[in-house]
């Protein structure tokens, strides 16, 4: 990956839309419409967007229960993101998995664990069969980036 002008400038791009992710999903809270816990990645942008410009289109993202902003960072659909968190059929999950379980396979983003850290155990059972198909396996744990490697 070449750092240049437009490199700073897409990763800026996603940071922004990861915040105004967020503070979506905050305003919803307030206003009584999402319900229940829920964990933002607001202070987290930078280095989310950072590694996740890094990804080719055919890497995986595997995160935890603080996944909005990887989700959105990879591509993901806010519209559909935030349907998600309602709950609402029209979420990229089809309301089923909510808030801690945001993911979209179609881009590289194929489930995500509400236990911080449990997708190092899940991923690494899968390991193997994630790098027969990926050039890059990425596992998210908190703010730690736990495996980074390419086949």
């Not at 791009?13 to 990645?41: D, N, P, Q």
């Not at 309301?95 to 396979?105: E, I």
């Amino acid at each position: 990956m070449s750092w240049n002008r437009d490199t700073a400038l897409d990763i800026w791009r996603r940071m922004l839309s990861m915040r105004r992710f967020e503070e979506a999903a905050i305003a919803l809270h307030a206003g009584g419409h999402l319900t229940g816990h829920y964990h933002v990645y607001i202070g987290q942008e930078a280095t989310g967007a950072a590694v996740i410009a890094a990804l080719q289109p055919g890497d995986l993202l595997f995160s935890t229960h603080r996944n909005h902003g990887h989700y959105i960072a990879r591509g993901g659909d806010p519209a559909r993101g935030l349907a998600e968190l309602l709950g609402r059929a029209t979420g990229v999950n089809s309301g089923m998995a909510g808030t801690l379980h945001l993911c979209d396979p179609a881009i590289g983003m194929p489930h995500t664990s509400a236990i911080v850290g449990g997708v190092v155990a899940d991923e690494m059972s899968k390991d193997l069969s994630n790098a027969l198909f990926a050039t890059l396996v990425l596992v998210v744990a908190g703010r730690m980036i736990l495996e980074l490697r390419r086949k």
